[in-house]
Every structure is written in structure tokens, then in C-alpha cells.
């Protein structure tokens, strides 16, 4: 599918985008870059060019090309750090053993006080962006706790936010898409306590399904199919999650083993309904051992739409953890309503 924020080829199927970004932040033998200290204003008067040989910039002297424009645009001040031009995503985001060097259109900027001229400027003049997104200082989606009617987003200011992270799982990579104005970005990294809690799990329950009760963008639900179980469910109240874990579904059908992908309401309504209470299904896809569904709504309400039966697994990975005694009264009402396990990774 076309990227629904700016309409071009951002995504790609996860193999794909595996053997593309395989080498794409390495340095080559020309490239040379100056690592900064991000609490300091940088020192310097012009642009750090990039490599002659093979056009990629250090992912601090890109910083420092930011800085510049947002001081010379008065957002920020001369005395300002270089870590004060906002937050770096990368597209994709991956694990890696040394600092990026970024190629064209791989940089998301998520940073505060910015007006569209600005954005637009600073698309014109720093090639590595993508896009620019005014940072409004909450945690996109509903992060508020679980029943709160309330959600945060941060703007698109310029450019598109859509970017891909490759989580390693010990069932091969999970390739993920979402947006930096509508999700909690989580970073990948070597090891992954969610993902190794998961697939411990389910060798040790033996479940006939797994059900992601807060979704997200589909990491965990997809790290279930992807370690063999036959069935899994994934769902989230916000739209945002429920729409990208659709598409990611997608994404990784190849390594899911999955050839039937099918949306079961228009991708359009997504936008019209943020949150949801009553779950409907919102996209599947089935393979010769394997379904998936995606559902949209509260994942308590699911017994009320699905037959949950006592061997089946609930996953349960809401953003607020904080009210302990509330998460434990969720899950002891789902055990006590279908008899079947539920854990937090």
C-alpha cells in the first residue's frame, strides 16, 4: 500500500526493508564525522558537508546543520545545547553498534516551538529529513491509563512521520511501521525483555491462542505468531494502533507465513472513532498454520464479540503501569470471566 500520510513508497514488506537497511547508517572508508557534546552549542560558523564519496552525514554534524537553522530562525538561542534541536527517529529504526551515519530522507525530527516556515525550511535545507514534527510534550495515544477517555498527539508539522523499526525476536526480525505523532516510539535493542517474556510464555502455557490485549503496533502479538501459535488476536482501544498493526500484519506476511490479508472495514474510519470501547475487526489474514485478526475496542469486551476458551493466552501490555491494584483487579476480572491465563510481559 501507499503511505496514507504522504502517498509515496515508504513501506515496504519486512524482508524487503531487512536486505535495504542492512547497511544503510554504516560510515564508508571516506566519511568523517565529529561527535559533539549535546549539553554545548555546537562551534561552527557553516553546514558540515557531507561525505564526498557517499553523501552520508554523521548524525551530529546533521544536529549541528539543525541547530544552526533553528538559531539563526530564533526558536532556539545561541547558548543552546546541540541536544535542544529536538529528539532524532530514525527510519528504520535498528540496532546498532555505533552511531548513524544518515543517508537522505532517513531522519525524523521531533522538536518544540516550531512554526510551519521553519518545518519548511528545514526540509529544504537538511536532505537527511523526512519529516518534521512539533513535539507537544505528551506521550502520543492513551496514556492516561486504560479507561481514560483522553489522548494525546503530537503535530506533523512538514514532510511525512511514517517510519519502520526492526525488533530481532528469537523467531527472526519483526519489521513494525507507525507514526511519530500518534505512538510511544519504543527502541529496538539487542535484548528484549517483552518479546524473550512472550515466547517463554507460550512454551510454557501451550496455548491454542494468544490474545495482545493492548496491542500497540503489533510487536508482541506478532513475535506470538511468529514463535508458532496458530491463532492470535491483537487489539487496542487507540485507533492509531489498531490501523499500523493492521498494516503490519501485512508487512510481515512473508516471514508469518501468511498469503490471505484482508481489511474488514475501510482503513478510512479509522480516523473517525479514536478511541473504541466495543471491539470490531478491523482486519485479518490466514496462512495454511497460522490466522491473525486485528480487533479495535477495549479487550475486555472481546469475550462479548470472540470465544475466548480456558487455553487461550492474554497479553497484557498496557503503556500505564503505575496503578498496580487496578491492573491486578483487569486481570483477575479476565481470569474470573474466561478462565483462561493472562500476564504482563
Not at 503511505?3 to 519486512?14: E, T
Not at 518544540?112 to 506521550?139: N, Q, S, T, Y
Not at 474488514?264 to 490466522?291: L, M, N, T, Y
Amino acid at each position: 500500500m501507499n503511505c496514507p500520510v504522504c502517498g509515496q513508497d515508504c513501506i515496504q514488506s519486512s524482508d524487503d526493508l531487512v536486505k535495504s537497511s542492512a547497511h544503510r547508517f554504516d560510515a564508508c572508508p571516506s566519511c568523517q564525522g565529529l561527535r559533539r557534546d549535546k549539553r554545548l552549542p555546537p562551534v561552527l560558523d557553516s553546514p558540515p558537508p557531507p561525505c564526498p564519496v557517499c553523501g552520508k552525514r554523521y548524525i551530529d554534524d546533521v544536529f549541528s546543520h539543525i541547530w544552526l537553522i533553528l538559531a539563526e530562525e530564533k526558536i532556539i538561542s545561541p547558548a543552546s545545547p546541540l541536544g535542544s534541536a529536538g529528539i532524532p527517529h530514525l527510519h528504520p529504526f535498528m540496532v546498532l553498534s555505533t552511531p548513524p551515519h544518515l543517508p537522505p530522507r532517513s531522519l525524523i525530527l521531533l522538536t518544540h516551538a516550531i512554526d510551519k516556515h521553519v518545518a519548511e525550511r528545514l526540509m529544504a535545507e537538511v536532505p537527511e529529513l523526512r519529516g518534521v514534527v512539533r513535539d507537544r510534550h505528551v506521550v502520543p495515544g492513551l496514556s492516561c491509563g486504560i479507561d481514560s477517555p483522553v489522548f494525546h498527539t503530537h503535530e506533523l508539522v512538514a514532510g511525512c512521520d511514517l517510519h519502520a523499526a526492526v525488533f530481532p525476536s528469537p523467531a527472526g526480525n519483526i519489521v513494525v511501521y507507525q507514526r511519530s505523532s500518534t505512538m510511544h516510539v519504543e527502541m529496538p535493542r539487542v535484548f528484549n525483555p517483552k518479546l524473550l517474556s512472550v515466547s517463554r510464555m507460550i512454551e510454557r502455557a501451550h496455548p491454542v491462542t494468544v490474545i495482545d490485549g493492548c496491542s500497540g503496533v503489533g510487536t508482541l502479538g506478532i513475535a506470538a505468531s511468529l514463535a508458532g501459535m496458530p491463532h492470535v488476536i491483537l487489539n487496542d482501544r487507540w485507533y492509531a494502533a489498531a490501523f499500523w498493526c493492521a498494516v503490519n500484519i501485512s508487512v510481515n506476511c512473508r516471514p508469518l507465513d501468511l498469503d490471505d490479508f484482508s481489511w474488514q472495514i475501510d482503513p478510512a474510519e479509522f480516523s473517525a472513532k479514536k478511541i473504541r470501547r466495543c471491539p470490531v475487526e478491523v482486519a485479518s489474514a490466514s496462512g495454511s498454520h497460522a490466522r491473525l485478526e486485528v480487533w479495535h475496542g477495549d479487550f475486555r469486551c472481546l469475550p462479548r464479540k470472540i470465544s475466548v476458551s480456558a487455553d487461550s493466552l492474554c497479553v497484557f501490555d498496557p503503556f500505564e503501569k503505575e496503578d498496580r491494584r487496578g491492573m491486578e483487579k483487569i486481570m483477575n476480572d479476565w481470569k474470573k470471566s474466561t478462565g483462561s491465563r493472562i500476564f504482563i510481559p
